[in-house]
């Protein structure tokens, strides 16, 4: 059920949200995210990252093959996307 095409996916999705972001928030820049927990993300990161994922997730849903009842691998990818800022975000509240 859940084979190597889910695993890249998995691994497509949280770099491509890194990467996005990252970028997005070195061009853009704009208002930060959290300030307090995570002083360099920006909303312009933050959104990147999303539409990234987004990007990811059409890609694989339409070449990889990979099937979410509802066609949802956009959405799932996103969420996922989420999800893994959250984790970056509590990464940077333990540092702090």
Request: net charge positive; charged share 10%; no cysteine.
């Given at each position: ?76 990818s996103v ?18």
């Amino acid at each position: 059920l859940y084979g190597f095409e889910w695993i890249l996916w998995l691994i497509g999705v949280v770099v491509v949200t890194d990467v996005a972001g990252y970028f997005a928030g070195r061009l853009v820049g704009g208002p930060k995210f959290w300030p307090r927990v995570s002083p360099k993300k920006t909303w312009a990161g933050t959104t990147a990252g999303w539409l990234g994922a987004a990007l990811v997730g059409a890609a694989f849903g339409a070449w990889g093959g990979l099937i979410v009842p509802g066609g949802g691998i956009v959405l799932l990818s996103v969420l996922l996307s989420v999800a893994s800022q959250m984790g970056d975000i509590a990464e940077s509240a333990l540092k702090r």
